[in-house]
Every structure is written in structure tokens, then in C-alpha cells.
């Protein structure tokens, strides 16, 4: 089984910091977890979840959680590669049937945070081209938008660095 290509390994890597996140959100949300919702409520929060499923959250996870296992074993057992790589690809299997567990949860966070009408009014987005647009845009909309972040604070940095010291200068201090 050709199962840790180049190309899944990368995706994995990608995915880490959408699975940090998200295991932060279902952290603070805990209390909100416990909290009783109406089926309907529900239903319209696992909605919108299926709609903006585009990262494909739980696939990722897993695929990152099997690499961290690759290379854990593989480091002190160079020997059984192939035979790990065949057993994570395994256990990768038996546990594609539970991503409705992890996505149930999300829901229900939305289902405590949004109303049943806000909740229909958000699926009514989702459902329309556009919010298909964006559900489908937002993983490369949020790679761009931080590589744009990284060069303006770099150059903020830069900049902000300079005026402090032009500053200390008129001020008789040389640094």
C-alpha cells in the first residue's frame, strides 16, 4: 500500500494547524457542549457543518495522527517500515466510518452559539452559489490571507524597528 506518498504527507502537514484549531474551539466550548438543543436546532447546525466541510477536518486528522505514528515507530524500528505502513494504512480504515462523531460535535457548538432562525439563514447562504463559492474558497482565502499577514508584519516589524530607533536618536540615545 503506497499510502505515505509525498502528497499526503503535505496534505496531512497542512492540516495540522486546522486540527490544533479546531481541538481549541471544542476545548472552550465544552461547558456549551453540555447543553441541551433542540433536534431541529441541531439538524440545521450539522447542516451548515456538511456544507463547509471543504478541509475535510477529520481525514486529515487522522492521516496527521497515522504520520506522527510513522515516524515515531520508524525512528527506533527502521526495519518495519513496510509493515507499519500497511498497519497505519489499516487503522486509517477502521476509522473512516466515525467522522460523523467529530462533525456531530461541531454542530452541536453551532447549535448552542446560533438560533434556529440564524442557523436556517446561514444554511440558506451556504446552500446558494455563493456561499458554495466560499465554503470551497476558504482554505486557499486563508492561505493567502496569512502569507499577507507574514509580509506586512515583517515589514511592520522592520519599519516600526527603525522609527523606534530614529527616535531614541533625536533623543540622544544610539542603539
Do not use: H
Not at 4 to 12: A, D, F, I, L
Not at 54 to 62: L, M
Amino acid at each position: 500500500m503506497a499510502f505515505w506518498t509525498n502528497g499526503n504527507m503535505m496534505r496531512g502537514a497542512k492540516a495540522v494547524l486546522g486540527a490544533v484549531l479546531t481541538a481549541g474551539v471544542i476545548a472552550m466550548s465544552a461547558p456549551a457542549i453540555a447543553q441541551e438543543v433542540a433536534p431541529e436546532q441541531l439538524a440545521l447546525a450539522r447542516k451548515y457543518v456538511d456544507l463547509t466541510d471543504r478541509g475535510a477536518v477529520f481525514e486529515t486528522t487522522v492521516v496527521e495522527i497515522g504520520i506522527d505514528t510513522m515516524r515515531q515507530i520508524v525512528t527506533q524500528n527502521p526495519e518495519i517500515i513496510d509493515q507499519t505502513n500497511e498497519t497505519i494504512g489499516e487503522v486509517i480504515q477502521e476509522y473512516n466510518g466515525r467522522k460523523g462523531e467529530l462533525l456531530d460535535q461541531f454542530a452541536r457548538v453551532y447549535a448552542i452559539r446560533f438560533t434556529r432562525e440564524e442557523l436556517t439563514e446561514i444554511v440558506a447562504f451556504y446552500e446558494s452559489p455563493t456561499g458554495q463559492k466560499l465554503a470551497t474558497a476558504n482554505s486557499e482565502v486563508n492561505a493567502d490571507i496569512r502569507r499577507v499577514l507574514q509580509v506586512y508584519t515583517n515589514n511592520l516589524r522592520t519599519e516600526f524597528f527603525s522609527k523606534v530607533r530614529a527616535s531614541l536618536r533625536t533623543k540622544g540615545v544610539e542603539i
